[in-house]
């Protein structure tokens, strides 16, 4: 009976362990989800801060913002940094989340083949252009060339075929001559272009929805039931911000020694930033623009797209902001 018992205690221990969350939660641990991308260093510096904000924070990466979302949903992130898009795609899905500030602005390039004779967006008729599904760097294609009055899709037959590929995959796709254009992300596309693979073709920013600004998002249960911790960690939020913005040495060497481990070098880093420079801010119009972009040109799939004044709470950010005695805008 002893080694009966014995067993049972085994087995429930062992099927505890498979239904625990892949991040388990903690009442005095902030998980934070993110991505590896040079105008994400910010968010990632707040865990270098945790002994002087008094908080404990968690740093999960994900190869793109739509994990972010799946990660939040599973309830296994408190808050997450991402594109608009991948957030209000997650929203209109039913994602339990709140916009609570913006962490960078930009951050996208049409690259084109050097050989490739593309100069403006109406020369990719006929390409092949690479771009990430599911990301801001899509919606962007879609607006720019809805603009020029140019068709898309992932099968022939458009005025302009999609590939879709992982952003760590676009830069060796250009370089091997395997496409003919990419729509994106920084540090990568400054990296194609430092390194001759790849020229500029534009910077997307001339659609309604202009600069895209980058989103960090809080689980709804975070920011209403913890929210003395959620303050603490907006506080931290805009001390690392404000940290790159003013020392800009020190957004580069942590950005290129801890995130990119010296894979970057000095040029890519600073190109990077000048294409998608740090913030704090984002405003409800924004948000709702890029919906409205977004539902227009069918990206992002949303049968009922989110009202941005609904969900887009910066009264934690504002309350941050004064704290720390910041009054200008980066808007």
């Keep these: 009976m002893k080694r009966i018992s014995h067993l049972v205690l085994a087995s429930a221990v062992l099927s505890a362990a498979i239904v625990t969350p892949a991040f388990a939660a903690d009442d005095n641990v902030i ?12 968010v990632s510096y707040i865990k270098e801060l945790n002994t002087k904000c008094g908080i404990k924070v968690e740093e999960h990466m994900f190869a793109k913002g739509p994990d972010v979302m799946q990660a939040i949903l599973a309830g296994e992130l408190d808050v997450g940094a991402t594109a608009s898009e991948a957030a209000i795609s997650g929203r ?22 050097p050989d490739g004779g593309i100069k403006s967006i109406k020369d990719l008729k006929g390409k092949k252009v690479g771009v990430t599904r599911g990301g ?27 590939i879709y590929l992982a952003f760590a995959d676009l830069n060796q796709a250009l370089m091997g001559k395997n496409l003919d254009a990419i729509m994106q992300s920084e540090p990568q596309s400054s990296q194609a272009i430092n390194k001759g693979f790849g020229m500029e073709v534009m910077k997307p920013y001339d659609t309604p929805i202009g600069m895209p600004v980058r989103t960090l998002v809080m689980s709804e ?44 070098t000095a040029d890519d880093f600073n190109d990077a930033i000048e294409n998608s420079p740090f913030t704090y801010d984002i405003t409800a119009a924004h948000i709702q ?3 409205d972009v977004m539902f227009k040109t069918g990206t992002g799939k949303m049968k009922n797209p ?26």
């Design 31 to 42: 998980r934070l989800g993110n991505l590896k991308f040079a105008h994400y260093g910010a």
């Design 92 to 113: 209109a899905n039913g994602a339990p989340i709140y916009i609570v500030a913006g962490f960078a602005k930009g951050g996208a390039r049409l690259v084109a083949r």
């Design 306 to 331: 989110p009202v941005a004044t609904d969900w887009v709470k910066t009264d934690l950010l504002d309350q941050a902001k004064k704290t720390l005695s910041i009054t200008q805008s980066t808007k």
């Design 136 to 162: 801001i760097h899509e919606v962007l294609l879609a607006a720019e060339l809805a603009q020029a009055g140019l068709s898309m899709s992932d099968q022939p037959g458009k005025d302009v075929q999609v």
């Design 289 to 291: 623009t890029t919906t």
């Design 221 to 264: 249960k975070f920011y209403k039931e913890k929210r003395p911790l959620a303050a603490k960690f907006m506080t931290c939020f805009v001390q690392a911000t404000k940290l790159f913005i003013d020392n800009k040495a020190a957004g580069e060497k942590y950005v290129r020694e801890s995130m990119f481990k010296n894979q970057i």
